[in-house]
Structures are given as structure tokens and as C-alpha cells.
DNA sequence: AAAATGACGGTGT
DNA sequence: TACACCGCCATTT
């Protein structure tokens, strides 16, 4: 586990409840801006998935991609709803469901 | 050490 | 709005 992908786990740990954060996002605030790709790889090696809330973190548009859970992109939409987060149709509403950064405040 | 890969992001068509 | 292309960084082979 190198220090990046740590980095990123810590961060998406910390994602609250109802909220969701950008791969974008996250590799900012890991240090490494626009690497949104290596934080997608990060979270597909994700070690724990109930651990690391991977599914509170979804694309710039509010698009759902992997899960390396056990359900599927499905489950997912469904957990972030339960959570509170609104998705409209097959995205989430970024506008009111992403993650303001403010760390848990 | 170099090349290929991927749960991205932005721009172009 | 949907699909295709190029550029981005970290990880893996």
C-alpha cells in the first residue's frame, strides 16, 4: 500500500453520511490534483469495502462506476439514497449531495 | 526501467 | 444528450 493510496482511503473515510465526493476531489485533497484515475484504481483495490465507504465517491458528473463490494452499481445507487444522498434517475445531484470538504463540521 | 492499465476528467464531434 | 478521443496520475506487470 503506497502512501497515495492510503492517503485516499483516509479521505474517503471521512466522507459523511448523505454526502458524496468526486474521484477529482479526492485526489486534490490526497495532494495529487487531477489524479482522478489513480484514486479510481485506489478504490478498485480497495481492501475493505464496508471499512471505506468507496460507494460515496462517484465521477465529476454524479455517474456511478464500480463497486468492489459485493452488490453491483445498482446497489450502490440504492445505499447512497438510503444514506440520503438524491440521485436523479442514474446520477447523483452533485448540487446538493457533494461533499463540501468542510470535514465533517 | 519501460510500457500497459484503469471505478477519471475535460473537450470535441 | 451520447459516444469518441486525448491527457492526467498512480499502480501493476
Not at 471521512?14 to 487531477?34: D, H
Not at 463490494?69 to 457533494?98: C, N, Q, T, W
Request: net charge positive; proline share 5%.
Amino acid at each position: 500500500m503506497k502512501s497515495f493510496t492510503k492517503k485516499v482511503y483516509e479521505i474517503t473515510r471521512m466522507i459523511p453520511k448523505g454526502k458524496v465526493a468526486t474521484y477529482g476531489q479526492i485526489a486534490e485533497l490526497a495532494g495529487s490534483p487531477g489524479a482522478s484515475r489513480a484514486v479510481g484504481m485506489a478504490m478498485h483495490t480497495n481492501p475493505d469495502a464496508p471499512h471505506t465507504p468507496c460507494h460515496r465517491v462517484v465521477a465529476s458528473d454524479g455517474s456511478l462506476h464500480g463497486y468492489s463490494g459485493e452488490g453491483d452499481l445498482e446497489s450502490k445507487r440504492k445505499m447512497l439514497e438510503k444514506e440520503g444522498v438524491i440521485i436523479m434517475g442514474e446520477k447523483v445531484d452533485l448540487a446538493k449531495s457533494l461533499w463540501d470538504k468542510q470535514i465533517t463540521k
